[in-house]
């Protein structure tokens, strides 16, 4: 058995290929072997980025949408003031959503392949994202 030097599982000595990543294990150099480190942290950078919309997404849905406006309606005061709150949030956490998108489209310039499905994730977040903050702003358009 000897290690993938991408993915670090385990393989068999004679494998061409590496049975979990797919790469070509007879012709290793460093330069692959960065570009696939580089890939890594990539791929991290954008979970990571999506994972944190997400949270700024939710956080404004809970305090701004429905924690505010819960405190506000029991003290008998009526504004906008939550659902503005929450129209900005919602815009930080597309922001970030964006960013996330953008760091995929950074890397393929570099020529590091990211696989596609590495945007699920942030475009999922930040259609929802969108469509949250739309419904707010016909809210507020609609009186
Ligand atoms: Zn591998």
């Given at each position: 058995m000897k290690t993938c030097p991408y993915c670090k599982k385990k393989v068999d000595d004679d494998s061409k290929f590496c049975p979990f990543c797919g790469r070509n294990l007879t012709k290793v150099t460093k330069q692959a072997i960065a570009l696939s480190e580089e890939e890594t942290k990539i791929k991290n950078r954008i979970q990571a980025l999506a994972n944190l919309a997400l949270i700024v997404f939710f956080g404004g849905l809970i305090i701004c949408d429905w924690l505010l406006n819960v405190l506000l309606g029991a003290m008998n005061i009526s504004t906008k003031g939550p659902i503005y709150l929450s129209c900005a949030v919602y815009l930080v956490a597309g922001a970030i959503a964006l960013l996330a998108i953008y760091q995929y489209f950074l890397v393929k310039k570099k020529g590091?392949?990211?696989?596609?499905?590495?945007?699920v994730v942030p475009l999922g977040v930040l259609s929802v994202i969108v469509l949250v903050l739309l419904i707010n702003i016909s809210g507020v358009l609609m009186g």
């Open positions: 590091i392949a990211v696989e596609n499905h590495e945007l």
